[in-house]
């Protein structure tokens, strides 16, 4: 069994400011982790994700997140916040080739200028 | 690729009548998602298909909700009849094996009136 919680379902910054948004999952097996991101009317799409390679990984836009298997914990960061990342984030967790996605509640990031 | 391909956008329609979402996956993409989103309820997962095999569809809310992929290349998501409350952005999504990076589509707006 998986499952994910994502910490503060609102989270506001500043332009310019550190975007830090927090993930947590549990897993049975070594898993993979995602971030998806959803702008207004528009369907998710993928950030990143970890897959047993290396434990920091890049992504699009500036976002990086880093895979703490102590911490059981996937947190996305990105240094400077632009009023363009604005948007619902989600992270999610799936045991590979055996069982599918389970997605937390979503982060919705506000940027303020 | 042009990605998954969801019709229509948007759908209005009464109460009592019968609705249908239709779905094109990502060419050689095995697994088959369909999902809802609410302001209420968030994302869920009603249905996933593998290789058009119905595996897991727990989360289909009543049996006013079917869902069916005749090929691989298509599927559809049937309200009948629809209500109210089944108000939402429906999503539908891809990927190439379970557990994999999901490609979303554009989603369909559904207002039951």
Redesign the interface.
């Known amino acids: 069994a998986q499952s994910v919680t994502q910490l503060g379902s609102h989270v506001s910054v500043s332009e310019g400011a550190l975007v830090l948004l927090r993930c947590n999952y549990s897993s049975s097996v070594p898993p993979y982790l995602f971030w998806y991101v959803q702008y207004p009317n528009q369907g998710l799409q993928l950030l990143l994700k970890y897959t047993s390679a290396a434990t920091l990984v890049k992504g699009i836009n500036g976002f990086e997140a880093e895979f703490k298997k102590s911490e059981t914990s996937f947190h996305l960061t990105k240094p400077s916040a632009h009023m363009s990342d604005a948007a619902e984030y989600f992270c999610a967790v799936s045991p590979p080739n055996a069982g599918k996605s389970t997605f937390g509640d979503g982060t919705t990031l506000t940027v303020k200028p | 690729d042009a990605g ?1 391909i969801q019709s229509p956008r948007h759908e209005v329609t009464e109460m009592g009548q019968e609705v249908t979402l239709r779905c094109k996956p990502i060419s050689g993409h095995d697994y088959l ?1 369909w999902y809802r989103q609410t302001m209420m309820r ?2 869920e ?1 009603l249905i ?1 298909f593998n290789n058009n095999v119905p595996i ?1 569809d727990s989360g289909m809310p009543e049996d006013r909700f079917s869902a069916k992929m005749p090929n691989a290349s298509f599927s559809t998501l049937k309200i009948q009849p629809s209500e109210p409350r089944d108000s939402a952005v429906y ?1 539908c ?1 891809s990927s190439r ?11 369909t707006r559904l207002t039951v009136t």
Do not use: S, T
């Not at chain 2, 094996?97 to 989603?107: A, K, L, N, R, V």
């Open positions: 998954v998602f968030g994302l997962l996933y897991d999503f999504a094996f379970i557990g994999d990076e999901q490609y979303f589509g554009p989603g």
